[in-house]
């Protein structure tokens, strides 16, 4: 990082002459001249004395070798440090987190594959669940984290970056903790006429959509009413103030404490999983087809202890 002149320099100062320092330096000593003519004319400053017994350093020499020697060894430390840190990014790995989209269920599948990764760090990256700006974050899947975990069933979503299934979630119905319909245990479509019900626009959610058509065709008397495609807090405290009710997923039943999430006796559930970068680094792909595995081993020993 250093002007070669100045390494140069201070090797000549080290050696005490020109000859020992070409020696050092595996270069002719008329090149090391050379080198320290041009520095001194670069400087406008006299920093070495020629003597017939080889080259002593002049006062202007004395501080400028203390502050080569200094300026070699801050270079040194700073590309020292530079390459630990390229070292520790390589071997960590980040994940973003955030209200609707915890990192607890990474951690669950980190400890059953991290044997696999010996020495990789995790690094946990807040993220806010902004329905505006979620795509963006979706977008720097790979810049700004590297996983995600969390209910995927958006086209918008699955344009951006891949997903490994980890499970599903079933879909409730949150309520108002004063509402009528708080008390059951849990509810049927027939329970939710005459009920505003809360759902993400048609369009871009599969399941979404089929029970919408469901609703439409054989319960009319639930009006839907429109949220925005990505839910964030504002759904949920909408919610909470006008005592709609708010078709949600069993993972979200402690977001909003003003709100009760209820079973619905349906079939409908989301899936959830691993999303990372369309065009994954070496070591998330790995990481990938390792959790792939891993949740593939999963599947099989809950069925083999299903009744």
């Known amino acids: 990082m250093l002007n070669p002149l100045l390494t140069t320099f201070l090797t000549v100062a080290d050696c005490g002459s020109f000859t020992s320092a070409s020696k050092r330096l595996f270069i002719s000593a008329t090149a090391v001249m050379k080198q320290m003519d041009a520095l001194e004319a670069h400087l406008d400053l006299r920093l070495l004395e020629r003597t017939p017994h080889g080259v002593r350093l002049t006062a202007a020499g004395e501080m400028i070798a203390r502050d080569a020697r200094f300026l070699q060894d801050y270079a040194k430390r700073s590309v020292d440090s530079a390459r630990a840190v390229t070292a520790d990014a390589e071997t960590t790995f980040c994940v973003g987190t955030s209200l609707l989209n915890p990192a607890k269920p990474f951690m669950d599948l980190w400890y059953q594959v991290n044997r696999a990764f010996p020495g990789y760090k995790l690094h946990l990256v807040p993220f806010e669940d902004d329905h505006q700006g979620i795509l963006a974050e979706i977008g720097r899947l790979g810049e700004k984290f590297d996983f995600l975990v ?30 009528p319909l708080a ?109 792939e595995r891993a949740a593939g081993r999963i599947r099989t020993e809950k069925k083999q202890h299903t009744p």
């Open 150 to 179: 969390g209910v995927c069933d958006s086209r918008a979503w699955l344009d951006q970056c891949g997903f490994l299934t980890l499970g599903t979630y079933k879909c409730m119905v949150a309520v108002r903790r004063e509402h």
């Open 183 to 291: 008390a059951k245990k849990r509810l049927t479509l027939s329970d939710l006429h005459g009920q505003t019900l809360m759902m993400v626009k048609a369009g871009d959610s599969g399941l979404n959509d089929r029970l919408r058509a469901e609703l439409r065709k054989n319960h009319p008397q639930i009006q839907v009413e429109d949220t925005p495609r990505f839910y964030d807090i504002s759904v949920f405290n909408r919610c909470a103030e006008t005592g709609h009710a708010l078709l949600t997923l069993e993972c979200w039943q402690d977001v909003h404490p003003g709100l009760v999430s209820l079973p619905v006796e349906w079939e409908y559930a989301v899936p959830y999983g691993l999303l990372y970068s369309a065009s994954p680094c070496p070591d998330v792909e790995r990481f990938v087809r390792t959790a």
